[in-house]
């Protein structure tokens, strides 16, 4: 699909999981290192909900996932999330819409894994507590476009005139027909710097 023409860093937001930090890598390295269910790449997880596609106890998946919520540090950045931040940070006051109830481990994240030069409180954290929640957080910032892994979500937002671009991921492949970036390096084309 065409993508959109060059954009504001004013007017764009992201999703944090599965788009800046690599939460679903950092979930399948802890289920096998210390739960040994093996075996399994992120190609396996075909849907959103990894209970459904993974032969993993939901009590445990959830455990997981609620650990990595309250502490992100042992989760690594998706590869060039933290070059075209930096980037953002220097020119606008990114924002990250995040479906978690509460931001702080997000904040934490950003102090660990951007450089020290970049001030943190340029950013906007929001925590919508829900992935149905983001569309009120993006009118309130005045953003455009929303990058996020999750299609549902981004079919929601294009629904009420929010351009969504969906971050590559197997679990979003043929959910959709909105515009897509697989990496960091096509949401850093798409930028218009300099503003």
């Known amino acids: 699909m065409k993508m959109p023409p060059s954009i504001s860093p004013l007017e764009i937001g992201f999703d944090f999981d599965c788009v800046i930090a690599d939460t679903a890598g950092t979930f399948l390295k802890i289920v096998c290192e210390e739960y040994n269910y ?22 445990l998946v959830m455990d997981i996932f609620s650990s990595l919520e309250h502490d992100s540090s042992r989760v690594p950045p998706v590869s060039g999330a933290v070059e075209i931040l930096t980037k953002l940070a220097q020119q606008s006051h990114p924002t990250i819409i995040t479906a978690r109830q509460k931001t702080g481990s997000v904040g934490t994240w950003l102090e660990n894994n951007l450089p020290a030069s970049v001030d943190i409180d340029a950013f906007r954290l929001i925590g919508s507590g829900s992935h149905d929640d983001k569309l ?31 971050f590559d991921r197997p679990w979003n492949h043929g959910r959709h027909n909105l515009k897509m970036v697989k990496d960091w390096k096509e949401i850093n084309r798409l930028i218009r710097w300099g503003e």
């Open 136 to 166: 009120r957080h993006i009118h309130e910032f005045d953003l455009r476009y929303f990058v996020d892994d999750r299609a549902e979500t981004c079919e929601t937002l294009a629904g009420e005139g929010i351009d969504s671009i969906v």
């Open 38 to 59: 093996c075996g399994y790449s992120l190609e396996d997880i075909y849907k959103f909900d990894i209970t459904q596609c993974l032969n993993i106890p939901s009590e």
